[in-house]
Structures are given as C-alpha cells and as structure tokens.
C-alpha cells in the first residue's frame, strides 16, 4: 500500500521531530552534531525553507520552519536519508538511523508559533544538557538560539534569525536580544505545561479555527487523503470531521443537540447521522453512541442497520448525506 502524502502547501509551518531507531542515539559526538547541522544548511539551501528554531538533542531532534513551496516531503526525505547515509558511513554500520516518519505537526502562525519557538529553544535546558544561566544559553551550540543572541557573521546564515525576531516581537538591538535570553530563561521554569502535552499527542497546534481548516485541507480528498499521520493524529483528524458531520446532520434535519438527548436511541436520524460519521471516519461506535446519545455500542450497529434495510421508508426523508 503506498504511503499517503503530508498536508503540503506554500506557507505552511511545521514543527518536525524525530527519534532515533529504538530510542538510540542519533548523534554521538560534537562531529555528529557538526554533520547535523551542515544537512540542515544543505537542505535549507535546496528548499528555500525559513528555518526559525532547531535543536540537536541525542536522540531526536526538532526543526521549526515554514516551507515558501509545498516540498516538506521532498525536503524531508533527501534530509533524513542523507544524515543516516552519512552517520552510517562515518560509524560503520547500516540501518535505520530514524525510528520510522517524522512528526509533523501544523503550526498555527502568532502566540503558538512564538511558544513553539521557545519550547525547541529549551528543550536542552529541560534535558539537562545545560543550566537556565543566560551565559550557558547563548553559548550553547546546538540549537539556534545563539544565532538570536549573536549578530551579522556570528549567526549561522541558513537560520532565519531577522524573521524569527519579528514573530517573537523583539528588537535586533543588543538590548533586545540581551532581553529574548534573558526571557528563555526565566521560561525554563515552566517547562511542563498544556502546550508540552499538545504536542506530544497533537497533529495541529494552533486555534479551533486553524485546526478545522487543517482539518479541510485533509478532507479535500478522502480517497487520497493528504495526511501521513497516524494513531492520534489521524484520530484527531477524524473526530473533527466526525463533529462536523454531526452538526450538518443536527442543520438539515432542523433539530438542536438538546433535541437529540431527548429523542429516542434508535430515531432513523440519529442512525442516518450514524451511518454518515462512519462512512467518512474512523470514529468507532463508542463514540457514536455518547455523542448522539444512542445508548450502547450495540444500539448503534442495530439503528444503522435498520436505517438501511428501510432505505425506501418514504417517512425517512428527507434523508442527510454528508
């Protein structure tokens, strides 16, 4: 079966993970992390992208960066390919250096993208690597928040510092960049919070609103579905579609949510909204049942079955087609 293709689009942000094969190392020394960061420079010079924070930890990585063209996949595949080439090659081995895909995880441009930029900034800090001491946090090579702190040459040129500054509302002046290290490391404090859990289980970070037109963007197609994700990304996905579905079920049939609580378990509706949500999702009858108040899983599967065993019913019209 062919892999599905990623959400792709000009503009698009992501913030891209990935672990080492079985949880090992994907660096093991400064010249590993020299060959990182000389890839990353390579493939940012053949995409294009804006890369606006990474940082190299030893068993997996993060990248922030916003594609001008639809090429993640392209972008991504020469990259992570190269870098096992290439870690193989100087180690002496052969094999997977990556466990399976990359994560990549929509990114919703404002306060989310400006968090997310800090979250990958102290990722080393929440690891242990170095101390919240501003004097370690600008110094410390494997990440890009040195290239915030320095200027002109001193910055690494593929890192686009001068953009990321202005997302993060900071002036390129000494006094500035003193203030966004100073800020970093005041936020080491608060590593552990709601937007750590959103991206350890999420596949869109950003608003309602970002998240439904993401949403949109995997539903252009069910046939060919634009994802690549999978598990709760691809759950997450599908209840958001689910939900929608429900409510132009709820719109054509002219019946509020409180109407539905008080209808029967079995009304041909509920099973009409059933069988749609199931055509065009993954949501299982566990959910169907709590969100269209339709008693247990069973009820479920026996409503829709009788729903299309009278599909000629004339007093089940008119009927809802998602």
Do not use: C
Request: aromatic share 10%; net charge positive; no cysteine.
């Amino acid at each position: 079966m062919p892999r599905q293709k990623r959400v792709e689009y000009e503009g698009a942000v992501y913030h891209v993970m990935a672990r080492g094969n079985r949880s090992e190392n994907i660096v093991e020394d400064v010249r590993d992390r020299e060959v990182f960061v000389e890839t990353l420079q390579e493939v940012v010079g053949q995409t294009g992208w804006e890369v606006y924070s990474f940082a190299i930890m030893s068993n997996h990585y993060h990248l922030v960066f916003r594609t001008p063209e639809p090429n993640l996949v392209k972008g991504m595949t020469w990259f992570q390919n190269t870098l096992t080439k290439r870690s193989n090659a100087r180690h002496k081995r052969v094999g997977h250096l990556f466990a399976g895909r990359y994560k990549a995880i929509m990114v919703e441009e404002g306060e989310y993208l400006r968090t997310l930029i800090h979250y990958v900034h102290l990722n080393p800090v929440k690891a242990g690597y170095i101390q919240p001491r501003i004097e370690e946090m600008r110094g410390y090579l494997w990440t890009s928040l040195r290239d915030y702190y320095f200027k002109g040459s001193s910055r690494r040129q593929f890192i686009a510092v001068e953009v990321g500054l202005k997302l993060l509302d900071i002036p390129d002046t000494q006094l500035g960049r003193d203030k966004l290290i100073d800020w970093t490391a005041r936020l080491a404090g608060k590593a552990e919070d709601d937007y750590t859990e959103s991206i350890r289980n999420g596949w869109v970070l950003g608003s309602e609103k970002f998240s439904k037109e993401m949403s949109g963007k995997l539903s252009m197609n069910k046939e060919d579905v634009v994802n690549g994700y999978g598990g709760a990304q691809q759950r997450g996905h599908d209840e958001a579609r689910a939900r929608e579905i429900l409510q132009q079920g709820l719109k054509h049939f002219k019946i509020s949510e409180e109407d539905l609580k008080a209808m029967k378990k079995s009304d041909w509706r509920k099973a009409n909204i059933a069988k749609e949500i199931k055509k065009k999702t993954i949501m299982n009858a566990e959910w169907l049942s709590a969100n269209l108040y339709m008693g247990n899983r069973t009820g479920v599967s026996k409503a829709i079955r009788k729903f299309k065993e009278e599909a000629n019913d004339a007093s089940k019209t008119p009927r809802f087609s998602a």
